[in-house]
């Protein structure tokens, strides 16, 4: 059975890059970690993201979290024989 759960990947609570990710996990394994669309829940209005404009120019964030390189790479550390050892 597949199951994704949201997750802070991050490498201690206050780390800057330690926002929600989708993980998803088949019979216990990590299959993949993925960004966080926020608009699959939710909408636009009800997140209510910032928005600048300038020069004619919008600027807003995006609804979605960005990985660092390190939290994709996750899945690789859980599983490699001189990683984390969970069984």
């Known amino acids: 059975m597949t199951a994704t759960f949201i997750k802070s990947l991050g490498l201690n609570a206050f780390s800057i890059s330690s926002g929600p990710h989708a993980v998803d996990v088949h019979n216990g394994r990590i299959i993949r970690i993925r960004p966080l669309h926020l608009d699959s ?11 600048v404009e300038r020069n004619g120019k919008t600027f ?8 660092a390189p390190f939290q994709l790479a996750y899945k690789n550390r859980v599983y490699s024989p001189t990683g984390l050892n969970i069984p």
Do not use: M, R
């Open 41 to 51: 829940q939710y909408t636009p209005e009800q997140i209510a993201p910032w928005k």
């Open 60 to 67: 807003q964030p995006l609804l979605k979290s960005l990985p």
